[in-house]
């Protein structure tokens, strides 16, 4: 079991693949419990796919699968994202790729959003985004914190209603606005969502707005599930500088 450890928060993480290859760090599907195992109900896991080529790196997310951490009222999106690079730091890496699903589609635009210098390109498969579904946001996250709150009596009402509303409370994709998706420049291949949590909408908004931006509209079924991987490990293998 690995685990990094910083600042009272618990990060279990996996890696996978040569110990040279260019690293990829792999967000995970799942909402507030986007953790490792949850890839293995996507289309094509990547944790697979990938570590034929790339060294990947895997983790669960703080407060989801065997990670930990405290809850604070001042608790973000930014928390995730440092969260991410510390990992990243503490397994000596500087620059690598991201792919991320659902939620983790919202996490790798934070990463460039923290340190665009690092992320060389991102894959964002069927990322969420706020279009008339900010209930069903709220929903989710209050069933996740009641889960929570059954194990943790550390965890207050307080500080779980800021953290709801810091996460969820913003717009388009939640942590990045439109006018910031307008200044990336880092090569984005995504792959649309269709469903309350992952709008089409929004992935198509997140392709015309970002200047090298690129989209699969078909990846989860028949034929196309491998067609989609193929175009996702060729623009992996094209951007692994």
């Not at 890496?93 to 659902?102: N, S």
């Not at 914190?145 to 209603?161: I, M």
């Not at 420049?185 to 469903?195: A, E, R, S």
Request: proline share 4%; charged share 20%.
């Amino acid at each position: 079991m690995s685990q990094f450890n910083k600042d009272g928060v618990s990060i279990y993480y996996e890696e996978s693949g040569p110990s040279d290859g260019f690293p990829i760090l792999l967000i995970a599907p799942g909402g507030m419990k986007s953790a490792i195992s949850l890839w293995a109900n996507a289309p094509w896991n990547p944790l697979a796919h990938l570590a034929e080529t790339f060294r990947v790196i895997a983790m669960d997310q703080r407060n989801a699968g065997r990670s930990t951490a405290p809850i604070r009222a001042q608790d973000s999106w930014r928390s995730y994202a440092a969260d991410q690079l510390g990992l990243m730091d503490h397994l000596g890496v500087d620059r690598f790729l991201v792919a991320g699903m659902c939620i983790g589609g919202a996490y790798a635009m934070g990463l460039i959003e923290a340190a665009a210098q690092r992320v060389s390109a991102a894959v964002l498969l069927q990322p969420i985004g706020l279009q008339n579904n900010r209930a069903a946001f709220y929903e989710m996250y209050d069933g996740w914190a009641a889960e929570l709150k059954a194990t943790r009596p550390d965890v207050g009402d307080a500080a779980l209603a800021a953290f709801r509303e810091n996460l969820y409370g913003g717009d388009f994709l939640f942590n990045v606005s439109r006018d910031f998706v307008r200044t990336v420049t880092t090569p984005l291949l995504v792959l649309k969502g269709n469903d309350l949590y992952h709008p089409a909408a929004v992935s198509r908004q997140v392709v015309d707005l970002a200047a090298n931006a690129e989209l699969i509209e078909d990846w989860k079924t028949g034929e196309a599930v491998d067609a989609a991987r193929r175009e996702v490990v060729a623009f992996l293998k094209r951007h692994a500088h």
